[in-house]
């Protein structure tokens, strides 16, 4: 890989904090000439190293504490490293903590051209975006209000739209999708996909397993501020899945369950005509999806869905341990990766739906649902889990594992077959 492939490069990166006890521990500090320590040292990340390349999307995730945010602010220059280098090449855009760079006492207005100046951007560059900005936040007259009289909503559909219409080269992004509405998240997506597709690398922080699924090429992630896994979306997820829910250094002995029970049976789902190979799979594989199936009006995998009609989504399930809450979900998404439909047996029935299973049980599930979708290409995403006292473990997800299309039944003629029908109404006599 060369340089000029390379957007990102981190090198043994470690940031250390001062941590005092007492805001005038400081000043004992500063006069000790560093006879005497007034302070205990915080290491929030230890000699960390990895590139990014350009055009390239990576999901960074760990839990709290784990350093994701220090990362970030190392990055986009906010704070310096105690040793270590970061080299970056391009224009960096950065939406991170919410409210981070905004003054609340500004207008949406003044904000916006202030974060274009700082930016490096002119006045008259920015008046040139500004309609574009505005229309993308979408927040109507508040655009010339106060930011501390904003929703919580209005604030990240304002700071995203400032920060993606600056032509970013590298897009940093911490968590603020989570704020945003399921139509306004759809719109983030379709813009971060555009500067990935002309070649910008892009860095997101998040807690949301489905985006870092759906649009990370690889992930990161991180433990305590160190680096433990670079690589594989699907292996990374697992591992930091193994970690919330067994609390071990290692991955434990539940994400090595094996598959050759005696009743295992073959994986059937990549002989689907819809199959997805770009699925993200992951899951300790207590029990898996080896088979799945659409019906619809009697016909069974249609090439194409009909809006309206009621579908059926069944996939079966292979039991490799004892589960005591097996749940099960299914959910449908947009290219770009917005979420328009999820559901799950809980909600649907209050209960698993399907009792405690053993090793070797085999079930097929149903989900029956009417797709009121516009005409287009969708993908489709079940998992297999458990509901537990540490919260759901996921056995099987499979993210996107079926891209379907929805369109309009069409006549031999190229019309709409609107099903019409006929019949002469006799008036009573």
């Known amino acids: 890989m060369s340089k000029d492939d390379i957007a990102i490069s981190v090198r ?27 302070h205990r040292e915080f290491t929030a990340l230890k000699d960390v190293s990895f590139d990014i390349k350009k055009g390239e999307t990576v999901g960074i995730i760990g839990r709290n504490g784990s350093g994701k945010s220090t990362l970030l602010q190392l990055i986009c220059g906010i704070l310096k490293p105690t040793t270590g280098t970061v080299q970056v090449n391009g224009r960096v855009s ?37 309609d574009d900005i505005a229309a993308f936040a979408d927040i109507g007259e508040f655009i010339d209000q106060p930011v501390r009289t904003y929703s919580s909503g209005m604030f990240v559909r304002l700071a995203f739209a400032a ?69 594989d979306t699907s292996k990374t997820l697992q591992q930091y899945l193994s970690r ?39 899951g300790d594989r207590a029990a898996t999806i080896f088979g799945v199936r659409i019906i619809q009006g009697g016909r069974e995998n249609p090439k194409v869905i009909v809006p309206g009609i009621e579908a059926e989504v069944e996939y079966c399930i292979n039991f490799h341990k004892d589960i005591e809450h097996p749940l099960c979900g299914l959910a449908i998404k947009s290219l770009e990766g917005a979420i328009l439909f999820s559901v799950n047996s809980l909600q649907l029935s209050g209960l698993s739906g399907i ?16 797709p009121f979708f516009d005409c287009g290409e969708y993908l489709l995403t079940a998992g297999i889990a458990s509901d537990t006292s540490l919260g759901i473990q996921p056995h099987d997800r499979r993210y996107d594992f079926l891209k379907f299309r929805v369109a309009h039944p069409v006549l031999p003629t190229g019309e709409i077959d609107m099903a019409p029908s006929f019949d002469i109404v006799v008036p009573d006599t």
């Open 244 to 282: 919330l829910h067994e609390k071990v250094d290692e991955a434990p002995e539940a994400s090595k369950v094996s598959t050759s029970s005696t009743n295992s049976a073959p994986d059937l789902v990549q002989g689907h005509p819809a199959y997805n190979p770009g699925e993200t799979r992951w």
């Open 355 to 370: 009792g405690r299973r053993k090793t070797n049980d085999m079930v097929k599930v149903k989900f029956t649902f009417q």
């Open 12 to 38: 043994n990166l470690t940031k250390t904090y001062r941590l005092f006890g007492h805001p005038g521990d400081r000043i004992k500090q500063f006069f000790s000439l560093g006879l005497k320590q007034y």
């Open 94 to 130: 950065a939406l991170l903590e919410l409210g981070a760079g905004f003054n609340p006492e500004f207008t949406g207005r003044e904000n916006v051209y202030f974060q274009g100046a700082l930016m490096g951007f002119s006045e008259a560059q920015m008046k040139d975006r500004f």
């Open 163 to 231: 920060a993606i219409h600056v032509n970013p080269e590298i897009l940093l992004v911490d968590e603020a999708l989570a704020v945003g509405d399921r139509a306004f998240q759809a719109k983030c997506f379709k813009k971060i996909a555009a500067i990935r597709e002309r070649g910008g690398a892009i860095l997101i922080v998040t807690h949301s397993l489905e985006q870092v699924a759906h649009f990370c090429d690889r992930a990161l992630l991180l433990d305590e501020g160190h680096l433990i896994a670079n690589g």
